[in-house]
């Protein structure tokens, strides 16, 4: 009871595989699996590793002793809360400095987030970024 069957693109893939999933209670979909996907991408790569489920970024690891945020937008935010959506940014730039990320679920969407963070991007787009975070050493 809960599940969702809806198509999630990965971060290279260039289909919408089908999905079963379970989002939280104040989240979409798209924005579920996204931090999921992320999630398993680090596991094992990173340390401290959390999914947090407020106000707070949505992806929090250390690596290096980097801490390191990751914040999913599916632009709803942005249209319903853009004051929420501001403070937000602010506190990020207080505790992550610049290490911390947009992820967009749409690149429709991109342009206007980099407007509050320039380090924005798209799935595809972020792996690349990932990559050269868990490589370093």
């Not at 379970?22 to 979409?28: F, H, I, Q, V």
């Not at 980097?66 to 632009?75: L, N, P, R």
């Not at 911390?100 to 679920?105: C, D, I, K, R």
Request: proline share 3%.
């Amino acid at each position: 009871k809960g599940y969702v069957c809806v198509p999630c693109r990965e971060f290279t893939s260039t289909g919408n595989p089908i999905y079963f999933l379970k989002p939280r209670a104040n989240e979409s979909s798209q924005h579920f699996f996204l931090v999921k996907h992320i999630e398993e991408y680090l596991k094992g790569k990173v340390k401290n590793l959390e999914l947090k489920n407020s106000v707070e970024a949505d992806i929090e690891f250390v690596k290096d002793g980097k801490v390191y945020a990751i914040e999913i937008e599916t632009g709803s935010m942005m249209e319903s809360k853009p004051n929420e959506l501001m403070e937000k940014v602010k506190k990020h730039n207080i505790k992550y400095g610049e290490n911390w990320f947009f992820v967009v679920t749409m690149d429709r969407i991109k342009g206007r987030y980099q407007k509050l963070n320039t380090q924005t991007h798209n799935r595809s787009e972020f792996l690349e970024i990932l990559e050269k975070i868990c490589e370093s050493s």
